[in-house]
């Protein structure tokens, strides 16, 4: 029987390679701050990650003070539908919180864990929906919400009624608090932990296999990281004032290309990002207005009425313009009253210039030296003469004798030559 003679590699080597390549896998995502359209693209593309790599499980370790309850719908929704792949809401790290959005999530997963000394719930819908709602309104919402979350919880197998009270009165609890009635399924202090407790779990009639799993961390790309930043209220904000800036600008000043190109960029993002975020359209108006009031003041001097109105216009544009955003999402004053001096400011000054400009007739060539002053190389009188102006040597005649090295003023042009003036009688 033949043998192998200098392998080097024994049984026990060979066992432990098997059972390092047959260790059980867990994809990992991370999210910290509003829940967005940008999460649930992110949170979607963790799943089917997942999917692809048959990890036992993906986790999601979330921090969160609320976010968009269309947003919540469509992340709950995909967890729902997810029957093949258990998803785990992770509240971490210690300090954390899932309040508003947050508790949604977290109690739609199919296993709610929380680290020590975090917190859950506050799920009122006024901090997820935005701003002002009528009476009527704002009962539907709230009717609609209580029964959106004790579904999930019922779904879930979790304290419901304390799921309702979480979105009627606003409770919020520690997480020693949500393990005892029944609202989460674990405390972990870290993942090794949290790894260790999940281990043995029966989900969807499958065993889920978690001790010393390999945890893989799927990142946010560069779409989602770009898009994220671009839907925060003060860079939208920053964007509407760059197209406003950039457009006005190339047609103040045509032929510039940069501004026109920079506007017509922050234009298109600032509408993509409208369009995935629930803008006032009030808002969009009254900023709308304010450029029409701030035009306006260049062709009708008004001693700054006008731009009084649309610096006011300005600011409730932009104040309306974010209301129906979530409190965690709310643009502060901090950015509004300087967005508001600045934008009134390029108005007054560079606007208003550069539209009078357009309708100020342009001296050019000959004409612009019209009322310059010379310096007499040449006695000047009534036939001939010679002056230096503009860098260059000019002939030159006068009805008075002008000296050399006398100053003189031009008053006229005729073909090649210019008619001047002491500077005595200009005066």
């Known amino acids: 029987m033949p043998l192998l003679v200098g392998s080097g590699i024994s049984q026990q080597d060979t066992t432990a390679s098997q059972s390092g390549n047959n260790s ?39 921090d969160t003070p609320g976010g968009l309850l269309e947003s919540t719908k469509n992340i709950v929704q995909a967890f729902l539908d997810s029957r093949d792949l258990p998803i785990v809401v992770y509240v971490a790290p210690e300090g954390a919180r899932a309040a508003s959005a947050g508790t949604f999530i977290t109690l739609a997963s199919h296993v709610a864990a929380m680290a020590p ?8 819908p006024v901090q997820m929906g935005g701003g002002q709602t009528d009476s009527v309104m704002q009962k539907k919402i709230f009717n609609y919400s209580e029964s959106f979350i ?22 919020a609890i520690t997480a020693d608090k949500a393990l005892e009635i029944n609202v989460i ?39 989602e990281k770009l898009l994220d930043f671009i839907m925060r209220p003060e860079v939208m904000l920053i964007l509407t004032m760059i197209a406003i800036y950039g457009i006005i600008g190339e047609v103040t000043n045509p032929g ?5 190109v920079a506007g017509i960029i922050a234009l298109i993002l600032v509408l993509y990002a409208s369009a995935a975020m629930p803008i006032n359209l009030a808002g969009f108006a009254l900023i709308g207005l304010a450029i029409i009031l701030f035009i306006a003041e260049a062709f009708t001097p008004t001693f700054g009425l006008l731009i009084a109105g649309g610096a006011v216009s300005f600011f409730l ?24 001096i600045l934008t009134t400011l390029f108005f007054v000054w560079i606007v208003t210039e550069g539209i009078r400009a357009q309708f100020t007739t342009s001296k050019t060539g000959k004409e612009s030296m019209i009322g310059k002053r010379a310096e007499v ?6 036939e001939n003469g010679r002056v230096f102006i503009s860098g260059e040597y000019w002939n030159a005649v006068s009805n008075q004798e002008i000296d050399e090295g006398e100053t003189c003023e031009v008053v006229d042009i005729q073909g090649l030559t210019i008619k001047v003036q002491p500077v005595s009688d200009a005066s």
Not at 192 to 213: H, P, Q, S, W
Not at 377 to 382: C, F, G, H, L, T
Request: aromatic content about 4%; proline content about 5%; glycine content about 6%.
């Open 377 to 382: 190389v040449e006695k000047i009188n009534a």
């Open 256 to 260: 510039a290309i940069v501004p026109g």
């Open 317 to 340: 544009g932009a104040l309306m313009l974010f209301q129906d955003l979530p409190e965690s999402m709310e643009l502060s004053w901090a950015w509004l009253i300087p967005a508001t």
């Open 117 to 124: 000394t975090t917190t859950i719930g506050a799920a009122s």
């Open 185 to 223: 399924d674990l405390i972990a202090s870290n993942r090794d932990e949290l790894l260790e407790k999940m281990d043995g779990r029966v989900i969807n009639g499958d065993t889920l296999k978690t001790r010393n799993a390999k945890i893989t961390e799927l990142p946010p790309n560069l779409a």
């Open 24 to 62: 059980p896998k867990v994809t990992m995502i991370s999210i910290e701050g509003s829940i967005s359209p940008t999460t649930t693209n992110y949170i979607n593309r963790g799943i089917k990650m997942a999917n692809r790599e048959g990890a036992e499980c993906l986790i999601i370790q979330l």
């Open 150 to 171: 004790e579904s999930i919880a019922e779904r879930r197998n979790r304290n419901a009624k304390w799921a309702r009270s979480a979105v009627r009165d606003g409770e």
